[in-house]
């Protein structure tokens, strides 16, 4: 699997497994052969932000680097 396939299914299970509610708004259509490009997931930001350095944690375990980390109201 190419590697943002790992990290896409490795944000899903995270998603999943904290039971953090999500919605998949684009760009995942044709996953898992090909992204059309950014994938856009709304999700419960008060959940995600309670476990957020798991997830990081996750990526760092994969040598996965965070380039920019920002944080916004929305």
């Given at each position: 699997?190419?590697?943002?396939?790992?990290i896409?299914?490795?944000?899903?299970?995270?998603?999943?497994?904290?039971?953090?509610?999500?919605?998949?708004?684009?760009?995942?259509?044709?996953?898992?052969?090909?992204?059309t490009?950014?994938?856009?997931?709304?999700?419960?930001?008060?959940?995600?932000?309670?476990?957020?350095?798991?997830?990081?944690?996750?990526?760092?375990?994969?040598?996965?680097?965070?380039?920019l980390?920002?944080?916004?109201?929305?």
């Amino acid at each position: 699997m190419k590697k943002v396939g790992a990290i896409f299914n490795t944000v899903l299970d995270f998603l999943h497994e904290t039971q953090i509610k999500y919605y998949l708004v684009r760009n995942f259509e044709n996953y898992p052969e090909s992204f059309t490009g950014d994938i856009d997931i709304y999700v419960d930001l008060k959940m995600l932000k309670r476990c957020i350095s798991n997830l990081e944690s996750r990526f760092a375990e994969n040598n996965w680097n965070i380039f920019l980390k920002t944080d916004r109201p929305w």
